[in-house]
């Protein structure tokens, strides 16, 4: 039976898929991506799973409904997975844990009957690293490509659909990915919080309800460039101040309400230190448990900017740069993963603890054709997207039965409404 142990080993040896020999980098449709894929489609194959990789790079394997022994093809799937991409200068787990435990789990329940074919995919492209647009591979699955992708480019200049050439796949076929809702039964992704909240309550395990929503803008505080020595202060309209208090109004607008905004990047025109700002140009990363909460915020940061920038005789533009709406994750499911949490001997195990994401996963894309749950496992000090990244040995094992738990559940609920 595969083990933490083996889980965590599984994390390591993917480290080595990596552009760099310093730090941990894998983007989609890179030879590392490749080598990703089919160290994972070696295991999936161990655990007894047909492999495929998917017109989008993605990489799954399938077991029947039934047994080995008396396969019932032809039945929907429960899907299992998370994404194998990383960021630049990345951690061990975000992503490719949740794939490696899926894997394990296919092996565990390799003899169990069960009333679904049983999948796990490994998503090529999450975090949008390469080419700036995030959930790549899982949209691609959900039906939800935009052909107008595959003119993005990456920092070398070379676009997603040169990429897809030069991985041996073809960006004009990408529509071959999508599943239909009729070939589903539900998608549950195992993946590190990515936050404090786990650690703080001395939990190894908590469930999903929802995935935030995020909306991001570039906003443009336009003034006037004139020389800083000649210039009095009456007469300054300086766009970098103006977008400072911007950035502050932000911080506590968000703060006060209980919402997660980000100003990830500040730029000032034209950047000269004896020249007042002429123009300053920021971007908003705003993320809410609702869409509700999230757009009634934006409301209010953009007519609290709208007025700083009145008083100080600036002009706004805003431009709405990104839009995906909260995914909440199915009620049944959740149950699933709370039974699957209930059945270990995580403290606290009989009253899990209930948490929305602020970060964005694969089960965003997919709650478009599916229902969708998640499983959040400690991460150490909250940390992701780092080198600093890390989890322990005891929430893998407790995660791993959980997750195995929350399947055999899920099998319960579907033999049931047959």
């Given at each position: 039976?595969?083990?933490?142990?083996?889980?965590?080993?599984?994390?390591?040896?993917?480290?080595?898929?990596?552009?760099?020999?310093?730090?941990?980098?894998?983007?989609?449709?890179?030879?590392?991506?490749?080598?990703?894929?089919?160290?994972?489609?070696?295991?999936?194959?161990?655990?007894?799973?047909?492999?495929?990789?998917?017109?989008?790079?993605?990489?799954?394997?399938?077991?029947?409904?039934?047994?080995?022994?008396?396969?019932?093809?032809?039945?929907?799937?429960?899907?299992?997975?998370?994404?194998?991409?990383?960021?630049?200068?990345?951690?061990?787990?975000?992503?490719?844990?949740?794939?490696?435990?899926?894997?394990?789990?296919?092996?565990?329940?390799?003899?169990?009957?069960?009333?679904?074919?049983?999948?796990?995919?490994?998503f090529g492209d999450e975090e949008g690293a390469r080419f700036g647009k995030a959930l790549l591979g899982s949209s691609a699955v959900?039906?939800?490509?935009?052909?107008?992708?595959?003119?993005?480019r990456d920092r070398a200049g070379v676009s997603l659909r040169q990429a897809f050439l030069d991985a041996g796949l073809d960006a004009a076929r990408v529509g071959e990915a999508a599943r239909r809702p009729e070939d589903l039964v539900g998608y549950l992704e195992a993946h590190i919080e990515q936050g404090p909240h786990l650690e703080a309550a001395d939990r190894s395990?908590?469930?999903?309800?929802?995935?935030?929503?995020?909306?991001?803008?570039?906003?443009?505080?336009?003034?006037?460039?004139?020389?800083?020595?000649?210039?009095?202060?009456?007469?300054?309209?300086?766009?970098?101040?103006?977008?400072?208090?911007?950035?502050?109004?932000?911080?506590?607008?968000?703060?006060?309400?209980?919402?997660?905004?980000?100003?990830?990047?500040?730029?000032?025109?034209?950047?000269?230190?004896?020249v007042i700002p002429g123009r300053a140009e920021?971007?908003?990363?705003?993320?809410?448990?609702?869409?509700?909460?999230?757009?009634?915020?934006?409301?209010?940061?953009?007519?609290?900017?709208?007025?700083?920038?009145?008083?100080?005789?600036?002009?706004?533009?805003v431009v709405e740069t990104h839009r995906a709406p909260a995914a909440p994750c199915a009620a049944w499911l959740q149950q699933a993963v709370v039974d699957g949490i209930r059945s270990t001997d995580d403290h606290g195990a009989d009253d899990p603890l209930a948490l929305w994401s602020p970060a964005g996963h694969d089960a965003m894309a997919l709650a478009a054709v599916t229902d969708v749950g998640m499983l959040f496992l400690r991460c150490a000090d909250g940390i992701s997207h780092s080198p600093d990244e890390d989890v322990r040995a005891i929430d893998v094992a407790r995660g791993l039965d959980a997750l195995q738990a929350a399947v055999l559940r899920v099998a319960a609920v579907v033999a049931a409404r047959a």
């Open positions: 039976m595969t083990t933490a142990a083996d889980v965590l080993a599984r994390c390591a040896e993917l480290d080595r898929c990596s552009a760099s020999p310093h730090h941990l980098e894998r983007v989609h449709l890179t030879p590392e991506h490749a080598a990703a894929n089919r160290l994972a489609a070696g295991w999936m194959a161990e655990a007894g799973l047909r492999t495929w990789q998917d017109a989008a790079g993605n990489q799954w394997g399938r077991r029947e409904a039934g047994t080995p022994d008396r396969p019932d093809p032809g039945r929907p799937a429960l899907v299992l997975g998370s994404h194998l991409d990383t960021v630049p200068d990345a951690g061990s787990y975000d992503g490719m844990l949740g794939v490696v435990m899926a894997i394990a789990v296919a092996e565990r329940l390799r003899g169990t009957e069960l009333p679904f074919a049983l999948e796990v995919v490994g959900a039906g939800s490509w935009d052909p107008a992708w595959e003119d993005l395990l908590g469930y999903v309800t929802t995935i935030a929503g995020a909306r991001r803008f570039l906003l443009s505080v336009v003034g006037e460039a004139r020389h800083a020595g000649g210039t009095p202060y009456p007469r300054r309209r300086d766009a970098l101040v103006g977008a400072g208090e911007a950035v502050v109004a932000v911080e506590r607008l968000a703060r006060d309400g209980g919402c997660l905004a980000t100003v990830g990047r500040l730029e000032v025109w034209p950047g000269a230190v004896n920021l971007t908003l990363d705003l993320r809410a448990a609702t869409d509700a909460e999230r757009d009634a915020m934006w409301d209010r940061m953009h007519a609290e900017i709208a007025a700083i920038c009145g008083r100080r005789g600036l002009t706004l533009e």
